[in-house]
């Protein structure tokens, strides 16, 4: 089984869960409340995904990182004694397989939708 494959079961079988723990009962229109919500949260991972591989944190770490060490004598004096850069090393995070989680969570949104629609 692929990674996809085993994510939307996976998923499916929380929805199945959460409607339990959301609403003591199952029935279609609660099945479909949570799926619902299943699919927001894989949507808003995918989201996180792309803003840690896009490094949009990395600025603002790096710039406060900088601000405190120019404030801070005493790691300014370290720093100049050892001879190091404020500059860190940085690295690139890459998650292999993003993509199913917003194909799966679309799916579960526009689903659910429709199910609730009708």
Same mark, same amino acid.
């Given at each position: 089984?692929?990674?996809?494959?085993?994510? =939307?079961?996976? *998923?499916?079988? &929380?929805?199945? /869960? +959460?409607?339990?723990? +959301?609403?003591? *009962?199952?029935?279609?229109?609660?099945?479909?409340?949570? +799926?619902? /919500?299943?699919? =927001?949260?894989?949507?808003?991972?995918?989201s996180?995904? @792309?803003?840690?591989?896009?490094?949009?944190?990395?600025?603002? /770490?790096?710039?406060? !990182?900088? $601000? $405190?060490?120019? &404030?801070?004598?005493?790691?300014?004096?370290?720093?100049?004694?050892?001879? !190091?850069? =404020?500059i860190? +090393?940085?690295?690139r !995070?890459?998650?292999?397989?993003?993509? *199913?989680?917003l194909? @799966?969570?679309?799916? $579960?949104?526009?689903?659910? /939708? =429709?199910? *609730? $629609?009708?």
């Amino acid at each position: 089984m692929n990674f996809k494959a085993i994510l =939307l079961l996976t *998923s499916l079988s &929380t929805s199945m /869960l +959460l409607s339990f723990f +959301l609403y003591k *009962s199952w029935s279609l229109i609660n099945w479909a409340n949570a +799926l619902f /919500l299943v699919g =927001l949260l894989l949507i808003m991972i995918y989201s996180m995904m @792309i803003l840690i591989e896009g490094q949009f944190f990395t600025a603002f /770490l790096t710039s406060t !990182r900088n $601000f $405190f060490a120019k &404030t801070n004598k005493k790691d300014q004096v370290i720093q100049e004694s050892e001879k !190091r850069s =404020l500059i860190p +090393l940085t690295y690139r !995070r890459e998650f292999p397989n993003r993509k *199913s989680f917003l194909q @799966i969570g679309l799916f $579960f949104c526009i689903g659910s /939708l =429709l199910v *609730s $629609f009708f």
